[in-house]
């Protein structure tokens, strides 16, 4: 279980099958001020700013709205794609997959208050392989549906291990994780392509935040909340 964590969230991505996890590990630097625009699941907009700070292996995050709401977050990236985790409260936590088999996620996770992350692969035990296309915001969507057998690994080196159900709802997914010492996560999914998020929550209902990012390196992608089946849009220009 990763630290017995009692309040926790998890971002996990998916890349293209085929490249090892080291090949991903060509990271950007995501550090800098950023415009926000965005529309929440009921078509209305809203804007703000967002500023993200390296912190050891990953980055801070800071969003401030234009009604002057503040949220505090941690961000992870891999290859062009970067995910920010926000609470209302408590302490995040935030995990990046990319596809290594068909059916083998492996990726990394950080807590918001440990500079070290560790890492974890997922095995699909049931459900499709990752060749299932979704209409999306980019030319493929997968369909990540099915059972997962967990294998991770700690900042500190200890090892954990566990199951993890993913199915769709709505927009996205609802995801449970459920480890060894019979603790169990629930949670909301999203994806980008080939880029798998999920944000996890023991308590209140979570967010998840997923971003993939263009050559001007601006930011956009998908938002979507435990407790509603749509999801939102947002874009980040950096400025």
């Known amino acids: 279980m990763k630290n017995n964590l009692l309040f926790s969230v998890l971002i996990s991505l998916a890349l293209v099958a085929g490249l090892s996890l080291a090949q991903a590990q060509n990271r950007v630097d995501y550090s800098g001020s950023y415009t926000i625009t965005g529309t929440n699941p009921d078509s209305s907009t809203y804007a703000g700013k ?54 083998a996620l492996e990726g990394f996770w950080q807590d918001y208050n440990d500079q070290k992350e560790g890492q974890e692969t997922a095995v699909l035990a049931t459900g499709p392989n990752f060749a299932t296309p979704k209409v999306g915001i980019s ?49 909301v999914g999203n994806d980008i392509a080939d880029y798998f998020a999920v944000s996890y929550q023991t308590s209140t209902g979570p967010s998840v935040q997923i971003y993939q990012r263009d050559r001007s390196n601006n930011l956009k992608g998908y938002w979507q909340n435990y407790g509603d089946s749509k999801e939102g849009q947002e874009t980040a220009i950096r400025r």
């Open 50 to 103: 967002m500023t993200v700070v390296i912190y050891g292996d990953g980055y801070r995050v800071t969003q401030t709205f234009s009604d002057g709401t503040v949220y505090q977050g941690i961000g992870n990236d891999m290859g062009n794609y970067f995910t920010v985790a926000y609470q209302s409260g408590n302490v995040p936590t935030i995990s990046i997959y990319k596809v290594t088999q068909p059916r």
């Open 139 to 187: 030319s493929t969507r997968y369909d990540y549906t099915g059972v997962y057998t967990v294998n991770g690994t700690n900042p500190d080196g200890s090892t954990y291990s566990g199951v993890m159900a993913v199915s769709a709802y709505g927009d996205g997914y609802r995801v449970t994780q459920t480890f060894a010492d019979g603790t169990v996560w629930r949670g």
